[in-house]
């Protein structure tokens, strides 16, 4: 897979080149490409915001720098383009799995109080949203979809790793985990976790998934 990142502030990525994701970048498994707007900006000041039509707090994005950064990084209309935005489609895990069986993804970042609306209507193909809060500009959005798109890619995790048994992935949430030592300042590990009976400890996990998710997440079920 290959995600193309246009952004006014590029060093935000750079949290990209650590743990998990950054083996992942290293070694190849999938591509990453960061590509400042300003760049793209036809002005002598190279400016990329200007006041917004009608009035009103704060600056918009202008269309020139997107547009030209757009269609310069793919002039084939090759990629899914994504622009990230409080009034986009919500990001679940179904959406994450979707988005990973995408070749081409292009995360459009806008920041000030947005992007002139005509880049959405003449270049955008999606909105996404996180949740429903303001951030100062899409880039944690677009670090958030990397990351959880990522995951979904074969070799990013280890081998060990799986995403079929984690929360969401039956639509119920996790059991909870142990490890040693099998007692912890007073609290044991549930003995049949130490049984090695492993059709117990399955019916007691997908219990626990299910209690736990009407206690903490009614709403999945
Ligand atoms: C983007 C918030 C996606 C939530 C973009 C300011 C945003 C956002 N999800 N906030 N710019």
Redesign the pocket.
């Known amino acids: 897979m290959k995600i193309e990142v246009l952004t006014l502030f590029p060093e935000i990525y750079d949290t990209l080149n650590v743990s998990v994701i950054g083996r992942a970048l290293k070694n190849g498994v999938f591509e990453v490409g960061v590509h400042n707007i300003r760049d793209y900006s036809s002005d002598k000041h190279k400016r990329c915001d200007d006041y917004p039509y009608g009035g009103g707090a704060g600056m918009v994005m202008t269309p020139q720098p997107l547009h030209d950064a757009i269609t310069a990084v793919d002039p084939d209309r090759k990629f899914l383009r994504i622009y990230?935005?409080?009034k986009?489609k919500k990001l679940e895990q179904s959406v994450v799995t979707e988005l990973a069986s995408a070749e081409n993804i292009m995360l459009i970042n806008?920041?000030y109080e947005?992007i002139d609306q005509r880049i959405i209507d003449l270049d955008v193909d999606m909105e996404?949203?996180?949740?429903d809060?303001?951030?100062?500009?899409?880039d944690l959005?677009s670090l958030v979809v990397i990351n959880a798109v990522a995951r979904y890619i074969p070799d990013v995790l280890g081998s060990e790793a799986s995403t079929d048994e984690e929360s969401f992935s039956q639509g119920y949430l996790e059991y909870p985990h142990y490890t040693r030592p099998p007692e912890f300042m007073g609290l044991s590990v549930p003995p049949v976790l130490l049984s090695g009976n492993h059709a117990e400890i399955a019916k007691w996990r997908k219990n626990q998934s299910e209690i736990i998710t009407k206690e903490k997440r009614p709403d999945l079920l």
């Open positions: 990230l935005s409080p986009g806008g920041s947005g996404l949203s996180i949740g809060y303001v951030l100062t500009s899409g959005a």
